[in-house]
């Protein structure tokens, strides 16, 4: 017993876990009786147990587990919590409690699961049952099968869901256990019960003997449907009526409950769909077509038997149905006609809806086969036609069958009324709304009168339908034209109609409504105003007179009384005429018999006095007695409407009006008058009374109608007056009654007769009428006047002008009989408001055109052509009919199919031409498009799947012009659109998604098949593209909006578990964000309160987005409080409560508790709350936030805060940001919620809200840096992880902002902190925010040190260094970046702190390090003082320490190019000189260099080089850059993408990139065997160059920040690559016209730069770009750089803006490619290059050119033709062929004129010869210009700069003017001046004359560097060596030369030019001037040696000394010695 005392002590919920079965049995026994006792549902004690309940049904012992189910029984049955233990706890008593051998036990288990049923758990306790039917255990199966039976039995067949359970029954009947067999049959019999013969088709496979003994069964069973005998919690107002009628006996059950409990399952849902198309006879297209009847028989055949499948897998069954539809429509066998009809009626039925699309094509086809005679055809025809009419809506048959209504055959205007009649049976009250009832109803009245009996039986029968259906008030105003015999004859047609299923129609009780006492209908002033205007007051008032009820009964009081008005007018409406003499007697009851004697009198006094009694008469007379018509046809008794006394005519008019508004005034009396009152519309004197009598027509037989016959008769007269004043009467008219029911087809064509007329007064009252009438329809109105003269179409336009923006006046009329009427319709129907043509869409009212008989089977034919070009033209032929058209009708023949076919064709631009027609067709069919939605428009959403982006934006504008017309409905009904879904392609995927995600929030309802989606929507959640993803995560909440949160909960069942998780997850997450439905329009507060009011759509729009946006906390108040929110009158409170807010709005938000922080704090650390720590925040994390922020912040912040709407998030924040500086303080104290809140912003998907966001957080940084506030350890990480999450976020700009907040968030939290957070950031799955992250860490350990790595530098560092491995080069690189930023920090250690590294890692690592362009910081704490400043500038491109920006996107090359060519042609001449200067602070300090190194580096190493090793060879080491691309090896295999990318990646804006790029592409071209495949790149590869000089210009260069070294590294590396490509002259000739001028210019551009001389090394640069050019103008396609040349010399001519330099150098370089010409000219295409001169002297005609200030173009341009000339003699003018209008051109005069004189130029010879003979202008050239020309030359030779430059071009002069007298310029100078000038031209002639070949004089200006005169190949090295030196003595100031122009030209460099990569992988050269001599020297070891061999004299780097040997260079070596000690 010891041992029972201790467990007896334990708690309940603990004894029920104990090992001991006592203790467990002990344990339920408690439980049991706490569960009895405990009376809250919702007590949290239910919770202790929650993961008990299990345990307790499956307790291993027997006696213990009774006691469990029956405390779990009573459990499930009192917890509000028990629903949560379903699955579980079923699974459980399946498994454990129905194999007991206890009757009880299973018992008791039974109870539970049924239990579990009662609160709302059917779905889950279903399935665990059903698949309990798959144990191996018969007595578990029987269990199962005897509960399903006994739910079924108590709960019925709508909570128990049948069609998964006979989808396993017949399994059942194959058991082996007969008690499993015997169990079957229980539960068939019991199904049957609830579902009949639906049960059927499922058993039929079974035993015959068992389905025998199940038929013997059911057919005793009782006829009566069973009822529910037991209720689920949400039922129990059905349970307490059902106790009620068992204590009466049962016995009163009415129809209701029958139709309760009607069958629930459709036979169809449980049928298995058969796939048909397959199992076709192969050759059935053939036979079908065979000409002998048999045959085509036998095709049928096989069909019917494959039709006759109840139900049919979906699929493509066009052809099929063509086929089918074609034997129906032109077989002459009738028999075949029958056959065919039963196949599509198979077809229908077994599709169902999805038949729907291909209803359209088939029954215009079988509606015209109706003309046969035969029962059997009519009869197939019939079923055919029914059966598709379930598939589709009336609404997409309608035009159909309207277009045979008129047709001359009485056969199919029978058989369409009585397709109606049965189609109507199928209808409801809103599947037959007015719109679709209106037009057939009109066509039926036609058929009425029909004089074949047949037919008006039939429409009789289809009206009678009607009005059962939808009653006679909604069907009567369509009958006003009709007879009371008619009439009765529809009604008793009505009665006899017996609707499907019992129905009770809604006409049903009509007489019943005619005996009830009429109300009194509200006067004409009180009618509801239908349009805006205020609130009006009319429904309610109408209502009490009615009723003294409270306000929500006036509806249907008004209503009754509406009703019996009407009932008794209507045959007023149908009043017959009356003969003469009738109504002379009727007349002479009611008027003085003096009036009746006068009215005709001759004279007009006593007609005067007869019109005042008749007056008198009719004022007195009562209403009832008032016989109108007689009265009216009285007035009309001669002389009638011919009075000619104005005073008598006045007053029948006002007669007129009087009788129309006192009287029951019928149409037949207005057919009287109204053409006498038009007559005298446009009198002057009588107008005024014929406008009163119109209007009081217009009251009483309704203004749509009198507008329609007034304008007929104005216009059939020719008086312009009368015609004139009817449209004014008529504008008026609109405005007093309101555009309702305005037909506006009737008159548009008069209103166009008008605009054409003479009459000015005519034309500018219609197009008064028209803005009246464009106020109520809007722009759909200016369609129909669109081919009007463009003149008048101005005043329309004008007029429409005017009403824009206007809404339409309130009515201040109404029809009088229809008041009642239309007020009960407002309230019922919710049309359109009265602004609108009352309720109708203005687009039905367009005249549309018919162009089936366009389509012909030709241009079908055509469509669907294998030539593309025909099918082209057949698509323009059909954009050209529909154009033509304008507005067409539905019927577009085959039309849809044969674009259908084009979606999908190969031939992309067909698609889109296919879709634009698609879209032509949206907008020129309207409405009507809606049939064709499943046949072309589903197809649509099929291409947005195509690879192609702009495709794809052709269909999905496509799609969204087609739903504008359609509306969404038919797109989500049916299972099309889940269907395209299914297609795995992310492009359709994502398109389809967003577009729902666009689209579903607009939408008030929607088809339930929208839950067909669902699947495919939790698929896309988790698909491999991670833009579906977005998308289907963005569409969740939108499908929850309308589906529910529950539904979809539950279609997660099916998913995997794993995925299940990830799917509820985002489930809840869309929960939150879950959209408000919209509000349902004019349906605001109880239905007749006077906020009912209906508002135009103007007025409405206007005030929309507010009431919308306030109203929805209220919407969600009500769903969660019941119906408490609908109570009371919903007028007033909300305004005052609006009021109220808006008060508070003005006090603080946020409110300063003290110590409230420290409070929250300290809950968290006690655990108290949640810690804030999430992967996605839950639910009770946000709620409580919500809890917590409430006490301080204001109320109404809150609520926008938490809204479910992303707008009042936004809203909210900017409250925030005008609060921040305002409320500094209270801010700060609630900062910790501030930021979780925001941490919450960064899981939703809206950038909006997120970039507001981040706005307010960068400003709050700031805010609390300012204030010197420290963030605290829980406010830091409440937020800062959340943060990191989206520094990794895919938009640039939300990254930019990230990395800025972080930057700010170092200075008020301190960086070593921040540190741990990035770390973890870098564990993330995101690459890119692994790599920023990594970037952050970089620039960490930058600004602050080695201190900042936390927990230790070698902890992070290896965890950092895991990464150089990673998969993603960005977060390599950047891993590569932060392990270098500690390298510069802490030096070599950095190996020791990484840890073990891959060969490959390391060797990367190793490589990024040498390559660095960082160097170890001299000054430690100096660097530490200029890195902070860039961190307080985040907006600063390079801010963040020159991240590194993305990579770009190799296929954005060529646009970006085309940008840079646009930028450059506006800003790089005038925005070169203005580039800044580099900062002091920024340039190399030489001095401290010295000073530093001195130690470090003694000279006397120096010394020790032996100076006579310079002699000896050198070995350049073979440059390794194996470690820049481990790809590039292979590079000859590698593919085009390869090159593309490494190319794109030259014109990076990140400097290291670039130089990587560079090198790797130089590595290929340095390499013959494989240079070959930049092939077809060349032009690329220059283009991204192009873009990075430029950069390097407009960007690096003024940025004074960017070390300059760098900068000079990357030109370094630009200019080797272009030298190794222009070397290589296969290569060098790909290069384009275009691109080589860019890069000319470029090159032109950076010699020309006046900051490179600033930069160290910069004039090195220069001479490389010298070299270069030289490179490109000897090697490039001859053809293309001479065009180019010209081009660019246009150019800069025409620019005023850049240097006048830049075209010198242009045209220099022209003077030599001419020099080349005699060696090139066969290779040149001369005709090309004469259309460029051809363009060059248009542009600068001859007189033009000679007015530039220089006349060197002119030059130029003449030279190279007089060479071009000499060269190819006479022949040249054959070359003239590409130039348009040669006559005209000034080049073919000028070339004519020098071939004639081309005698003179053959005695010259060689280059030099040639040039003189180009310009050979002495004879011509006057003495003036030669004076001007020396004089230029002198100055030059005097100024310091360019005196070398001015005595190379006096020597030039010389050679070329042998006689030029230069005494005059040097006759006034100084004898020494004399002396340098002799002396300088000896030194040219003399260099000149030394070399092999004679060169060219300076092709291109070098800055700071000396006019090296190009030497030979060989000869060129050591000069460049000598100008090293040279540059190195000025450096140490033994050296001052002045800068100057030069001259240089070479040809091609030595081969062995060190590669890009070596001075990649060379260390950087900061160190010393002595350590650059060293290398310096070495190279002139080589370049010396090279130079001995070749035995020629050196090339002179300066001017003054002739001869330099080894012992000078010692000597000056010896002076930097002496200078450095």
């Known amino acids: 017993m010891g041992d029972d005392s201790e467990w007896m002590k334990l708690p309940i919920d603990q004894k029920c876990e104990h090992k001991l079965w006592k203790a467990r049995l002990n344990g339920y026994e408690e439980a049991l009786k706490l569960f009895q006792r405990i009376e809250d549902e919702k007590s949290p004690e239910w919770g202790k147990y929650l993961g008990l309940i299990k345990k307790f049904v499956t307790d291993s012992n027997a006696v213990a587990q009774l006691k469990g189910l029956e405390a779990a029984l009573a459990f499930v049955e009192n917890a509000h919590v028990a629903g949560k233990t379903t699955g579980e706890v079923v699974s459980g008593v399946v498994t454990k409690v129905f194999n007991q051998p206890k009757a009880r036990a299973k018992e008791l288990g039974m109870d539970i699961c049924l239990m579990y049923i009662e609160i709302e758990k059917a779905e889950v306790v279903q399935d665990e049952l059903l698949k309990g039917l798959d144990n191996k255990n018969p007595k578990i199966v029987v269990a199962c099968i005897e509960t399903l039976r006994k739910a079924l039995s108590d709960f019925g067949s709508k909570t128990v869901t049948l069609k998964p359970v006979v989808k396993v029954l017949a399994k059942q009947f194959e058991s082996r256990e007969k008690a499993v067999r015997d169990e079957a049959k229980l539960l068939a019999v019991e199904i049957y019960k609830w579902i009949r013969d639906a049960l059927r088709p499922p058993l039929q496979s079974i035993n015959s003997v068992q389905l025998k003994e199940l038929e013997e069964e059911w057919v005793k069973l009782p006829s009566s449907p069973p009822k529910q005998t037991r209720f689920l919690r949400s039922q129990q107002d059905l349970k307490a009526k059902f106790e009620q009628q068992q204590a009466q006996g049962g016995e009163q059950s009415d129809g209701e409950d029958e139709e309760e409990t009607a069958v629930a399952v459709d036979p169809y849902e449980l049928l298995e769909p058969v796939e048909i198309l397959s199992k076709m006879p192969k050759d059935f297209y053939e036979k079908i077509e065979a000409k002998k009847w048999q045959e085509r028989k036998e095709a049928l055949e096989a069909i019917e038997a494959l039709t006759k499948n109840p139900k049919l897998e979906n699929g493509d069954y066009g052809d099929l149905v063509r086929a089918l539809k074609k034997v129906v429509g032109k077989d002459a066998n009738v028999m075949l006609v029958s056959m065919s009809a039963k196949c599509l009626a198979g077809l229908a039925a077994g599709l169902r809806k999805k038949f729907g699309t291909y209803a359209g094509q088939v029954v215009p086809t079988i509606l015209e086969k109706f003309k046969e005679k035969k029962p059997q055809v009519v009869q197939s025809l019939q079923e055919a036609i029914d059966a598709i009419f379930l598939t589709t809506t009336l609404q997409n048959l309608s035009e159909d069958v309207l277009a045979v209504m008129d047709n001359k055959n009485p056969s199919i205007k029978q058989q369409a009324s009585l397709f109606l009649a049965r189609s109507f049976r199928h209808c409801t009250q809103a599947t037959l709304p007015k719109s679709v009832l209106k037009p057939l109803c009109a066509a039926l009245i036609k058929q009425v009168n029909d004089s074949a009996p047949e037919v008006r039986d039939a429409a009789f029968e289809a009206l009678g339908t009607a009005m059962k259906v939808v009653g006679e008030k909604a069907v ?175 007053m029948k008019l006002h007669i007129v009006a009087l009788i129309a508004q006192r009287g029951q005034f019928s149409k037949t009396s207005a057919f009287v008058v109204l053409d006498g009152l038009v007559d005298k519309v446009g009198d002057v004197k009588c107008g005024g009374n014929a406008k009163e009598g119109l209007t009081a027509i217009g009251e009483a037989c309704s203004l749509p109608w009198t507008a329609e016959q007034v304008v007929s008769m104005a216009f059939a007269q020719k008086n312009p007056k009368n015609q004139a004043e009817a449209l004014n009467w008529l504008a008026n008219a609109m405005k007093e009654f309101g555009f309702a029911g305005i037909n506006v087809k009737a008159f548009i064509n008069n209103v166009k007769t008008a605009l054409g007329a003479t009459n000015p007064a005519v034309r500018t009252a219609a197009i008064t009428l028209l803005g009246v009438m464009y106020l109520y329809m809007g722009a759909p109105l200016r369609m129909f006047f669109e081919d009007e003269k463009p003149a008048l179409l101005v005043q329309i336009d004008a007029e429409f002008e005017k009403m824009q923006g206007q809404s339409p006046p309130a009515p201040i009329r109404a029809t009088k009989k229809t008041a009642a009427d239309e007020e009960e319709d407002e309230g019922e129907e919710h049309d359109e408001d009265g602004g609108g043509a009352g309720g109708k869409d203005i687009m039905d009212l367009l005249p549309r055109t018919d162009i089936s008989d366009k389509i012909t089977a030709d241009l079908v034919s055509k469509i669907g052509d294998k030539n593309w070009k025909i099918r082209k033209e057949g698509l323009d032929e059909a954009a050209a009919i529909i154009s033509e058209a304008k507005f067409i009708t539905a019927n577009v023949g085959e039309l849809p199919l044969a674009l259908k076919g084009r979606l999908n064709d190969s031939n992309k631009i067909l698609v889109q031409q296919s879709l634009t027609i698609l879209q032509q067709l949206a907008a020129a069919m309207g409405p009507g498009l809606k049939q064709h939605v499943k046949a072309l428009g589903f197809p649509v959403i099929t291409v947005l799947g195509d690879s192609k982006a702009n495709v794809r934006m052709a269909a999905m504008t496509t799609l969204q012009a087609w739903v504008e017309q359609t509306g969404m409905k038919d797109w989500l009904e049916g299972e099309d659109l889940s269907e395209e879904l299914k297609r795995e392609n992310p492009f359709l995927r994502q398109e389809v998604l967003g577009w729902l995600a666009e689209k579903l929030p607009t939408l008030r309802t929607v088809p339930g098949d929208l839950m067909l989606c669902i699947p495919q929507l939790y698929a896309c959640l988790e698909d491999r593209n991670g833009d579906v993803r977005k998308k289907a995560q963005d569409a969740l909440p939108t499908f929850m909006m309308h589906l529910g949160y529950d539904k979809m909960n539950k279609a997660t069942g099916k998913l995997k578990p794993s995925s299940k998780d990830q799917v509820v997850a985002m489930l809840e997450k869309a929960r939150a964000v879950m959209p408000a439905k919209p509000a349902a329009p004019a349906k605001t507060g109880g239905k007749g309160s006077a906020e009912a009011s209906r508002s135009a759509s103007a007025s409405r729009s206007a005030a929309a987005s507010e009431d919308v946006a306030d109203s929805k906390p209220e919407v969600k108040k009500i769903r969660g409080g019941g119906v408490a929110g609908k109570k009371g009158p919903a007028g007033k409170k909300p305004a005052a409560k609006g009021m109220k807010e808006d008060e508070d709005k003005s006090g603080p938000i946020f409110i300063l508790i003290p110590n409230a922080k420290e409070q929250r704090i300290k809950e968290e650390k006690q655990l108290k709350i949640l810690k804030w720590n999430f992967i996605t925040p839950r639910d009770e994390y946000v709620e409580q936030l919500k809890t917590q922020m409430s006490t301080c912040i204001a109320k109404w912040l809150q609520d926008e805060l938490f809204h479910f709407d992303f707008q009042r998030h936004v809203k909210a924040i900017g409250v925030m940001i005008e609060r921040l500086e305002s409320e500094t303080e209270a801010t700060i104290s609630c900062l910790d919620l501030i930021l979780k809140w925001f941490s919450l912003r960064f899981f939703d998907t809206n950038t ?91 620039c960490l350990i930058d600004g602050y040190g080695m201190n900042v790595c936390q927990p230790t530098p070698a902890k992070s560092l290896k965890e950092i260094a895991v990464h150089i491995g990673d998969r993603d080069t960005s977060v390599r690189n950047a891993a590569l970046n932060t392990v270098v930023a500690v390298y510069n920090a802490c030096g070599d250690q950095v190996y020791k702190l990484i840890g073990n590294l891959s060969e490959k890692d390391l060797s990367m690592l190793e490589e990024r390090i040498k390559r660095s362009a960082k160097k170890t910081p001299a000054a430690p704490a100096k660097q530490s003082t200029t890195e902070k400043p860039q961190r ?417 071009e006096l020597y030039e002069y010389k050679q070329k003017y042998s006689d030029a007298d230069l005494e005059p310029f040097l006759k006034n100078t100084s004898q020494f001046f004399q002396s340098y000038v002799e002396r300088g031209l000896r030194m040219i002639e003399s260099e000149r004359e030394g070399k092999t070949r004679i060169q060219t004089s300076a092709v291109i200006p070098q800055h700071g560097s000396d006019s090296g005169l190009s030497g030979s190949n060989e000869e060129l090295k050591p000069a460049v060596y000598y100008e090293r030196l040279k540059i190195l003595r000025q450096r140490q100031g033994l050296e001052n030369t002045s800068r100057q122009q030069g001259v240089g030209g070479s040809d091609d460099e030595p081969q062995q030019r060190p590669a890009i990569s070596s001075l990649l992988s060379s260390k950087p050269s900061v160190a010393s001037s002595t350590d650059m001599l060293h290398s310096k020297l070495s190279q002139l070891k080589e370049s010396r040696e090279l130079y001995q061999q070749e035995h020629n004299s050196p090339t002179h780097a300066r001017s003054a000394s002739p001869a330099t040997n080894l012992d000078d260079l010692k000597k000056r070596l010896e002076r930097i010695k002496s200078n450095r000690q």
Not at 1768 to 1784: F, V
């Open 1248 to 1338: 909006t809200v997120l970039m507001k966001v981040l706005e307010y957080l960068k400003l709050l940084f700031t805010m609390l840096n300012r204030e010197n506030y420290h963030l605290t350890e829980y406010e830091a990480t409440s937020f800062v992880p959340y943060l990191i999450l989206k520094v990794g976020e895919s938009k640039d700009v939300v990254r930019k902002d990230v990395r800025a907040i972080l930057a700010m968030l170092c200075k008020v939290y301190p960086a070593s902190k921040v540190f741990p957070f990035l770390m973890e950031g870098t564990k993330s799955k995101n690459s890119k925010q692994r790599s920023e992250c990594l970037e952050e860490l970089g």
């Open 476 to 650: 009567n105003p369509f009958l006003t034209d009709l007879d009371k015999l008619k009439l009765d004859k529809i009604k008793e047609c009505a009665d006899k109609v017996e609707l499907p299923g019992g129905r009770k129609g809604a006409g049903g009780g009509g007489a019943a409504v005619e005996k009830k006492p009429a109300a009194k209908a509200a006067p004409p002033s009180e009618a509801p105003s239908k349009s805006s205007g205020p609130p009006k007051k009319s429904q309610t008032a109408a209502a009490s007179k009615v009723s003294a009820g409270p306000p929500k009964k006036g509806k249907a009081a008004s209503a009754a009384g509406g009703k019996t008005k009407k009932t008794s007018d209507s045959k007023d409406f149908t009043e017959t005429e009356l003969s003469v003499e009738a109504c002379e007697d009727l007349a002479a009851g009611v008027l003085p018999a003096s009036c009746l004697q006068q009215l005709d009198s001759a004279n007009w006094k006593e007609r005067l006095a007869s019109m005042e009694d008749f007056q008198r008469a009719v004022e007195t007379m009562d209403r009832a007695v008032m016989p109108c018509q007689a009265l009216v046809k009285m007035l009309a008794k001669k002389p009638g409407w011919k009075e000619t006394n104005f005073q008598v005519m006045q």
């Open 1432 to 1848: 307080e500038h985040p907006t600063h491109p390079n801010a963040t320490f020159l991240r590194k920006p993305a990579q770009e996107d190799p296929n954005k090359l060529k646009i970006m190019y085309r940008t840079y060519r646009i930028q450059a042609r506006q800003n790089a001449h005038h925005s070169e000189p203005s580039h800044p200067s580099i900062p002091k602070e920024f340039q190399l300090d030489l001095d401290m260099i010295e000073k530093d190194q001195s130690q470090v580096c003694e000279l006397p190493d120096l010394v020790q080089h032996k100076l006579d090793e310079l002699l000896e060879p050198i070995m350049i080491p073979k440059p390794k850059i194996r470690s820049v691309s481990p790809h590039f090896d292979d590079l000859h295999n590698s593919t085009a993408s390869t090159i593309n990318f490494v190319i794109s990646q030259v014109a990076s804006g990140d400097i290291n990139t670039s130089i990587q790029a560079l090198a790797q592409i130089d590595e290929v071209l340095r390499q013959e065997d494989k240079a070959d495949v930049m092939s077809g790149h060349i032009d690329q590869l220059l283009i991204a160059t192009i873009m990075q000089l430029r950069l390097i210009n407009s960007t690096h260069l003024a940025d004074d920040r960017m070390d300059k070294k760098d900068i000079i590294k990357l030109y370094s590396c630009i200019m080797g690559n272009m030298l190794s490509l222009f070397s290589m002259e296969a290569l060098a000739r790909e290069a384009s016209m275009g691109v080589l001028k860019d890069l000319m210019h470029g090159l032109i551009t950076l010699m020309l730069d006046t900051r490179m001389e600033d930069v160290e090394d910069g004039t090195q640069v220069i001479r490389s770009v010298n070299l270069l050019v030289i490179r490109v103008l000897e090697n490039s396609d001859q053809t293309n750089i001479i065009s180019a040349l010209l081009v660019l010399l246009q150019d800069t001519l025409v620019s005023t803006a850049g240097s006048p330099k830049v075209s010198e150098l242009v045209m220099k370089c022209l003077w030599r490619i001419i020099r080349f010409l005699p060696e090139t000219i066969n290779n040149i295409n001369l005709d090309r290059i004469l259309l460029d001169v051809h363009n060059f002297m248009k542009v600068f005609p001859k007189e033009k050119l000679k007015q530039l200030k220089s006349d060197v173009p002119h030059r130029t341009l003449k030279t190279l033709l007089h060479t071009l000339c000499k060269l190819t003699g006479a022949k040249i003018l054959d070359h003239l062929s590409m130039i348009e209008n040669r006559n005209e051109s000034e080049l073919e005069a000028h070339l004519r004129r020098v071939v004639k004189h081309s005698g003179n130029l053959s005695g010259m010879k060689g280059d030099r010869g040639n040039e003189k003979m180009g310009l050979r202008t002495d004879d011509r050239m006057s003495k003036a210009k030669v004076s001007d020309i020396l004089s230029e030359i002198f100055k030059k030779i005097g100024s310091k700069e360019n005196t070398k430059e001015g005595l190379t």
